[in-house]
């Protein structure tokens, strides 16, 4: 009686299988790259932190059957992208385009570098120029206890 | 009865950790030998009891005590044994007792093997380590109570997440926690150093080995976990710039640099404030990944509990400790003066590069991380960042140290010359420009990445084999042999881990650039061909396993007529969990793994199956292993057992001895 009820459950449940399904392979391979290539970039909105390309869930399978849609009826990629969007915002959009408030996110990582660039040019020139200062910062007894720890 | 001697232990840890955190502190601010001196066997007592206590709640996880709620919530009784065990760390309170656990036993370890630090350094080391375990132990007892009974025991349990049924996941985490919870101890280090008011090359010597320690522990944690989304995610994805990923990948990044650095203030006495900031944030970045994880504020595949109250608390954590550590440090850095002067082409410019762009990489995987909240919070956009932007983001870095690396291993200490330094490199760079070009004449897709890692991956072993040759200085070929073993392990170390880098580059390099997918409905008893295999679906059965249901294929692989091997790709329903997972099957090899994986049938006829092969996967986390086994052979290294056995030689001069 559980055993039949369990499997009934398997039945049920939907399969943790394959994202991308045979029947929604489109039979033009260049257009099915591109929706591949598209699909990659699109967030599928009920999953946590997947692609459509990759994920198993409705919603995504009904995204990707309408990229291909779109890609059939001869849109650009770009403008199966804007289509999407429109109707479900940028949150969609696994890649933010660098546009108002997100070329903040796009330019910290290089502007950081440069900063660094400078502060570590700026250190490794005055090490260049420096000189060795006293050593008696230490006791005799602290070198000597250094020295003792320090011999290989 | 045993659930709350484990509890009661919990509680006594608890007020130990207050003691030791106050009493030494007290002490050698006061230079109080005999209040400093309680601080080992407290460390000592401290993980002892958290022991008995995980013992308590393994106990429970073993024997399925269901008056338990957490073993009612993440146990059954027809769990195999093994994951029983690992059922104990699987759920947040669990894992947190983990965390905890393997905190106290670093302070331990600290007390144990600490006989030659200066006993003030020592006391404030175990007391700021305390400090930490307070802050965990309240957070367990206050909010994430792993002893709490439940008024009416269920017959069964509600079984743990099946994803987390599973050898790579199993292991995941304590590997992750020993490489977070190892950094604490270079924080502590680092705090204990702002407030003695003194860094010098013995404390790079002391803070080195625990920051390796850490980064080995964080390599194999990452690895495992990586190697577990890949079998089992069903895709053979390996990296998926998760935020939760991202949380175990900063402290990676930021241990790495720690690590490198702390070798200029070992040998060289220079950029001292540098290390202690990045102890901090090292630490800093563990606290932050278990805020992620734990909060869910970032929602992501793998948080498996969270709740936001929880987050609070661990933000106050965070804010107390990185707060508290940093104002010290604004307040105490000036006081350490470098000693060490050098040229601008020298090792320590190098490993200034190193630190810098590692430090950076960082940087950008957080702030990717954090994006969507920020962007949420302060411009009111609800927006993704996902692989797109990370790819784009980080691969220049990568590429960066890869370049510079091999070159920067083989410059001098204080000065050098780059021509000098690129002689012996010559050969490595030409067999790194051809590696590229032959992959990029077999290439056929858009992006010349591919081909360009490809080279830099060889770029970087055939430098790590020119650094090891050209320490075994001039001579005939048998004596360079000869001193070739007699190296110091910390070349080798360096060497090898150097080359794991390498070998990690080329199999994602290989993998992305060169990988085969096929997607179809297959019907049993047709073969198809997939890349230089031929692929049959044999037969689809209905399998019962312990605990899961699974539909079981039987998929042959042959290789121009030669039977390669049969996979048995699986669809499994865990009933009582109520979740599905898919289990691929894999025919590992040297150049390529071959992977299916079974989908639904059709209405038809046939299956669903994906076949990839996917060349130089394990080629991936066959890096990282040699990674962490590099970290291992330098952690050997005679000088750390040198400085260990020297303490025992030595007669205490100014502390009372500990013991």
């Known amino acids: 009686m559980i055993r039949a009820l369990v499997l009934s459950l398997a039945l049920i449940l939907p399969g943790a299988a394959l994202a991308v399904k045979p029947d929604e392979i489109l039979d033009d391979p260049v257009l099915e790259e591109r929706a591949r290539d598209i699909s990659t970039g699109l967030r599928c909105l009920v999953c ?43 949150y969609v959009l696994l890649n933010p385009p660098a546009r108002g408030s997100t070329l903040i996110l796009w330019l910290a990582g290089p502007a950081i570098l440069l900063v660094g660039l400078g502060l570590a040019a700026s250190y490794v020139r005055r090490r260049h120029h420096a000189t060795a200062p006293d050593e008696d910062a230490l006791s005799d007894a602290e070198a000597m206890r250094l020295a003792e720890i320090m011999k290989d | 009865m045993i659930v709350e001697l ?128 307070v802050a965990f132990f309240a957070f367990i007892l206050f909010t994430s109570n792993p002893f709490l009974r439940m008024e009416i025991p269920p017959f069964n349990g509600q079984d743990l997440n099946p994803l987390l049924q599973d050898p790579g996941l199993a292991f995941h985490p304590p590997f992750l926690y020993l490489g977070y919870v190892g950094l604490s101890m270079a924080f502590s280090f680092a705090v204990a150093a702002l407030i003695e008011g003194r860094v010098d090359a013995a404390w790079g010597r002391w803070v080195r080995p625990w920051t390796l320690a850490a980064w080995v522990f964080l390599t194999i944690g990452i690895g495992l976990g990586s190697w577990w989304a890949y079998y089992e995610l069903g895709w053979g994805g390996f990296w998926f710039w998760d935020p939760v990923e991202n949380a175990s990948f900063m402290p990676w990044l930021i241990s790495a640099a720690l690590l490198h650095s702390a070798i200029v203030v070992e040998k ?36 498996f509990a969270n709740d936001p109250e929880r987050g609070v608390y661990i933000l106050a954590i965070l804010t107390i400790f990185m707060g508290g550590a940093l104002l010290l440090f604004a307040f105490r850095a000036g006081i350490m003066e470098a000693k060490g002067v050098f040229s601008t082409v020298s090792r320590e410019s190098a490993l200034v590069v190193n630190n810098l762009l590692l430090a950076v990489s960082c940087f950008v995987v957080f702030i990717g991380t954090i994006w969507p909240l920020i962007a949420d919070m302060f411009f009111g956009r609800t927006l993704s960042v996902g692989p797109p932007f990370f790819n784009a983001a980080f691969t220049p870095f990568v590429i960066g140290l890869a370049v510079a690396l091999p070159i920067g291993a083989m410059l001098p200490w204080k000065r050098g010359r780059i021509g000098r330094a690129m002689k012996p490199l010559v050969g490595a760079a030409v067999l790194a420009i051809a590696a590229t070009l032959l992959s990029y004449a077999m290439f056929t897709g858009s992006s010349a990445i591919g081909p360009l890692a490809i080279g830099l991956s060889v770029w970087l072993v055939a430098g790590a084999a020119v650094d090891l040759w050209s320490r075994t200085g001039r001579g005939e070929i048998g004596n360079r042999l ?145 990674m962490a086994l590099g970290g291992f052979l330098s952690l050997s290294d005679r000088r750390y057992r040198v400085a260990a056995g020297a303490a025992k030689a030595r007669v205490p001069s100014g502390g009372v001895p500990a013991e």
């Open chain 2, 268 to 303: 060289r006495e220079a950029l001292k404030s540098w290390t202690i900031l990045l102890a901090i944030l090292a630490f800093g970045f563990s606290l932050i990944g278990t805020f992620i994880v734990r909060s869910g504020v970032l929602t992501s595949v793998h948080a």
């Open chain 2, 482 to 626: 000869g001193r070739l073993t007699r190296l110091p392990r910390a070349d080798w170390g360096k060497a090898v881990a150097h080359a794991g880098f390498g070998i990690t580059l080329f199999g994602i390099a290989a993998l992305t650039t060169y990988q085969i997918e096929d997607i179809r409905v297959a019907q049993e008893g047709q073969p198809y061909q997939v890349g230089a295999y031929e692929v049959e679906l044999v037969e689809v059965r209905r399998v019962e396993g312990p605990n899961y249901f699974s539909t079981m294929a039987t998929i042959s692989v042959t290789d121009h007529g030669r039977l390669l091997d049969l996979l048995y790709p699986e669809r499994r329903i865990y009933p009582v969990a109520g979740m599905p997972t898919t289990e691929a099957g894999i025919n590992n090899g040297f150049t390529r793994d071959v992977y299916v994986v079974i989908g639904d049938p059709q209405d038809n006829g046939g299956w669903a199956v994906r076949t990839y092969i996917k060349p130089f996967a394990n080629w991936i986390w066959g890096g990282a292993i040699i």
């Open chain 2, 6 to 133: 484990g509890h009661f232990a919990l509680i006594l840890a608890f007020m130990v950790a207050i003691f030791q955190m106050i009493v030494p502190m007290i002490g050698a601010a006061r230079g109080q030998a005999g209040w400093m001196a309680v601080a080992s066997p407290a460390a000592t007592a401290q993980f002892a009891l958290t022991a008995v206590s995980f013992g308590a709640l393994t106990y429970a996880f073993v024997t399925s005590d269901f008056s338990l709620s957490l073993v009612v919530n993440n146990s059954h009784t027809l769990k195999p044994m093994i994951y029983k065990i690992t059922g104990v760390w699987g759920n947040h309170e669990g894992s947190l007792l983990l965390w905890v656990l393997i905190l106290t036993l670093f302070g331990a370890m600290a007390a144990w093997f600490g006989g030659n630090l200066p006993p003030t350094l020592r006391a404030r080391v175990l007391a700021v380590q305390s400090s930490v375990a």
């Open chain 1, 48 to 90: 946590r932190n997947e692609s459509i390309d990759e994920s198993n869930a409705e919603l995504a399978r009904d995204l990707r059957l309408l990229v291909r849609e779109r890609l059939v009826e001869g849109d650009t990629d770009e403008e199966v992208i804007e289509f999407v969007v429109d109707r479900y915002g940028e």
